[in-house]
């Protein structure tokens, strides 16, 4: 069965750093890999999708890399601002499934 | 353009009545359709999938049933709550392989 492993579960930095959260899976065949954010009482935005045969996809401020070999996907976020303070959750599609981590909750102090 | 809708956003129910949570999608056609369960610190837990009207696959034993009606109507239901269904209730949907798109969750709290 899929396990998806999300490090760390929180996370505090200053506004301005720039941050990687990490997300690992134990099955590497994986269709694709989904970032998705929440914030508290709402539900999940997609943020970055990478697909099995893809390494990486950007959007704006965030990066998302896909090692399947070695079962880990990283979120990189530049120059972090207090409106990226959210839960991220990082999932994978196997079958016709996705499998969720359990999260990082990130707090961007002003 | 796709939107999926999830209604209502909070909910208080009584152990022991009746649950109805309704999720219906716009802009696409026979989307594979989702219910996921957010309990109070603990990650996403999928309760039911369905790919087609009137088929309904379940990940757990639960309390709970589902329901697809329509092509785009996806229904939670339970006849009798219990304190253990409490939690954030996600629909989501997905066609083909890309990813999933979420609604915005409904809070059910069972006193």
């Known amino acids: 069965k899929q396990e998806v492993t999300q490090i760390p579960a929180a996370l505090s930095v200053p506004e301005g750093e720039n941050l990687v959260l990490n997300c690992s899976f134990t099955d590497s065949a994986i269709y694709n890999l989904q970032w998705f954010r929440q914030d508290p009482g709402k539900g999940l935005t997609s943020l970055l999708l990478?697909?099995?045969?893809?390494r990486e996809q950007t959007s704006g401020r965030l990066n998302a890399s896909l090692d399947k070999s070695s079962g880990r996907s990283t979120l990189y976020i530049a120059a972090s601002q207090p409106g990226d303070s959210a839960t991220y959750l990082c999932?994978?599609?196997?079958?016709?499934?996705?499998?969720f981590g359990t999260g990082t909750s990130l707090t961007v102090i002003p | 353009s796709q939107t999926i809708h999830q209604w209502p956003a909070t909910l208080v129910q009584p152990v022991g009545s009746p649950l109805s949570l309704e999720c219906t999608v716009e802009g696409t056609s026979n989307p594979n359709l989702y219910w996921y369960r957010q309990a109070a610190g603990r990650g996403l837990q999928l309760l039911f999938y369905s790919v087609g009207i009137g088929q309904i696959s379940s990940e757990v034993p639960q309390n709970l049933s589902a329901s697809r009606p329509q092509d785009r109507q996806f229904i939670l239901s339970s006849k009798k709550l219990l304190l253990s269904d409490s939690g954030f209730y996600l629909c989501?949907?997905?066609?083909?392989?890309?990813?999933?798109?979420f609604g915005s969750g409904t809070r059910l709290t069972v006193v």
């Open positions: 990478i697909q099995s045969s893809q």
């Open positions: 999932a994978v599609l196997k079958g016709n499934q996705f499998y």
């Open positions: 989501a949907w997905s066609v083909g392989v890309p990813g999933y798109t």
